[in-house]
């Protein structure tokens, strides 16, 4: 069982920078795939950055390539996701999940666990 916080959102400007962080609780936290999603009222969740085991390859989608950073410390059992030149339409829940499979499709319907979410408001 993996227990998984969000914390971080907030309310910024267009341009501005937020860190997302999620923290881990339970076993063997360097066993999962991490993955940050988001969803926009309205619309379904969407992927917005996976990070594999060890930390050493990520992969973001096209939207959010050169401004969203996904990292993890695996002594600390966080995951990070650090936003920066934000736009209003990045504004959304984001979500942490986490992804038992060695090799994760980054699908919503592939993660293991979630947690709660964190609440993230671009103004214009």
């Known amino acids: 069982q993996v227990q998984l916080v969000e914390s971080g959102g907030g309310l910024v400007q267009a341009g501005g920078s937020l860190r997302l962080s999620c923290a881990a609780s339970?076993?063997?936290?360097?066993?999962?795939?991490m993955v940050w999603f988001r969803r926009t009222p309205g619309k379904e969740r969407e992927f917005v950055a996976g990070?594999?085991?060890?930390?050493?390859?990520?992969y973001r989608v096209d939207t959010v390539k050169g401004r969203f950073t996904i990292s993890r410390d695996n002594d600390k059992n966080t995951v990070d996701l650090q936003m920066n030149k934000l736009l209003p339409e990045d504004t959304a829940v984001y979500y942490c999940?986490?992804?038992?499979?060695?090799?994760?499709?980054?699908?919503?319907?592939?993660?293991?666990?979630w947690g709660k979410g964190t609440l993230v408001t671009v103004s214009s």
């Open positions: 999940a986490a992804d038992r499979d060695y090799y994760s499709d980054y699908k919503e319907i592939s993660m293991d666990y």
């Open positions: 339970g076993r063997s936290f360097s066993n999962y795939v």
């Open positions: 990070i594999n085991r060890a930390g050493g390859s990520t």
